[in-house]
């Protein structure tokens, strides 16, 4: 199932805009869910799974071959204390063939950054379209390199559980830097 740009874009911006309004407040306790609830929330996450499903396995060949941050195409996630950052690059649209070169269509123009919370993390994946994932289903992740040193116990906890929202979301995650050797 192919999805048109502008609707991938309209969605990953609600996302964006939604997680602002709410500000970087701590979520509050809520009480347990409900058996309706449960079943919506399951229902959600499975419908998140069978869009993702749509972009095809990952490439190993193509993803390992990149050694900087600035040339990796897929989604890229910072992992922090209380949010997870997403860079991600919209792909150059189909006039990019008539139109070679990057004159027209600058990196930075097709770059966005989203902060989100984790719990929003499944449905900005399965909203951005499957041009945006050259390499197949796999995403980079790394710990904020900024997170301040009494915060990297959180942080590494988090990641950890970004880790196995993926896991379950049937995207392969390669930890950045790779073999701990790039910053």
């Known amino acids: 199932m192919k999805r048109s740009l502008p609707l991938a874009v309209a969605s990953v911006l609600f996302l964006a805009l939604s997680a602002c309004s709410r500000g970087s407040q701590n979520e509050p306790s809520t009480p347990a869910a409900t058996p309706q609830e449960k079943k919506a929330a399951q229902l959600e996450e499975n419908n998140d799974r069978q869009q993702l499903d749509q972009i095809p396995p990952p490439s190993k060949s193509r993803y390992l071959a990149i050694h900087t941050r600035e040339s990796w195409a897929n989604p890229f996630l910072v992992v922090g204390r209380k949010t997870v950052a997403m860079r991600m690059m919209y ?18 123009a097709r770059r966005r950054d989203l902060t989100l919370r984790l719990s929003e993390l499944p449905e900005a994946l399965a909203a951005l379209p499957e041009d945006a994932w ?11 390199p900024a997170a301040p040193r009494a915060d990297r116990i959180q942080v590494r906890r988090n990641v950890e559980t970004t880790i196995q929202v993926l896991n379950d979301l049937g995207v392969v995650v390669y930890e950045w830097p790779p073999n701990g050797a790039l910053r």
Do not use: F, N
Request: no cysteine; aromatic share 4%; hydrophobic share 35%.
């Open 134 to 144: 050259p390499y197949g289903r796999v995403i980079a992740l790394e710990e904020d």
């Open 91 to 108: 792909p150059e649209g189909p006039q990019a063939s008539a139109l070679p070169g990057t004159m027209l269509h600058p990196a930075g």
